[in-house]
T-cell receptor, first 115, second 113 residues
Framework: AQTVTQSQPEMSVQEAETVTLSCTYD???????LFWYKQPPSRQMILVIR??????QNATENRFSVNFQKAAKSFSLKISDSQLGDAAMYFC????????????FGTGTSLTVIP | DAGITQSPRHKVTETGTPVTLRCHQT?????MYWYRQDPGHGLRLIHY???????DKGEVSDGYSVSRSKTEDFLLTLESATSSQTSVYFC????????????FGDGTRLSIL
């Protein structure tokens, strides 16, 4: 089974600053999909951004962007111009493009935004 | 999100009692999943389904069973609840295309005393 590692249990950032959350994964597959989810205190799981492994271009969604390094098996999330509403738990997830339909999640990073 | 409803949203029960959690989706997604979320563990897969009456175990399936008699409903049953099963439970669905993310319900907070 694939493993997803988020090595930063907690992070903090000043409002309006930029923060990067790290995620690494272990796989022998060449084709797969990666996702970042946000879980605010309301407990909802909200999709933030997705990346296809076959695409070299890093995905971007407004203030959120990723740094996808396929050879290093790294998938970090950058949040620019941080806002108070960005405070949440962030989860990295992996989905195989081949066999099975399981998703593999990291243990999450809790982000605090300081006013 | 994606028309996924979990019920109940909260439940408190006693050790040894049976508990059933329900997940209902309106998106006609083929795949459905049950996870539990505990501090420091992220989301751990309990069981998943790849079609009506087709289910498989996840990494933490002991003490849990599931059933899927209709595309839209996926039930999670704790036959005899234990305190270690106190957790937040999430249902998720996804379609057949591999680039599709999972969509989640709002979760059920289950406390077993």
């Amino acid at each position: 089974a694939q493993t997803v590692t988020q090595s930063q249990p907690e992070m903090s950032v000043q409002e309006a600053e930029t923060v990067t959350l790290s995620c690494t994964y272990d796989t022998s597959e060449s084709d797969y999909y990666l996702f970042w989810y946000k879980q605010p205190p309301s407990r909802q799981m909200i999709l933030v951004i997705r990346q296809e492994a076959y695409k070299q271009q890093n995905a971007t969604e407004n203030r959120f962007s990723v740094n996808f390094q396929k050879a290093a098996k790294s998938f970090s999330l950058k949040i620019s111009d941080s806002q108070l509403g960005d405070a949440a738990m962030y989860f990295c997830a992996y989905r195989s493009a081949g066999t099975g339909n399981q998703f593999y999640f990291g243990t999450g990073t809790s982000l605090t935004v300081i006013p | 999100d994606a028309g996924i409803t979990q019920s109940p949203r909260h439940k408190v029960t006693e050790t040894g009692t049976p508990v059933t959690l329900r997940c209902h989706q309106t998106e006609n997604h083929r795949y459905m999943y049950w996870y539990r979320q505990d501090p420091g563990h992220g989301l751990r897969l309990i069981h998943y389904s790849y079609g009506v009456k087709d289910t498989d175990k996840g990494e933490v399936s002991d003490g849990y069973s599931v059933s899927r008699s209709k595309t839209e409903d996926f039930l999670l049953t704790l036959e005899s609840a234990t305190s270690s099963q106190t957790s937040v439970y999430f249902c998720a669905t996804t379609g057949g295309l591999r680039n599709q993310p999972q969509h989640f319900g709002d979760g059920t907070r289950l406390s077993i005393l």
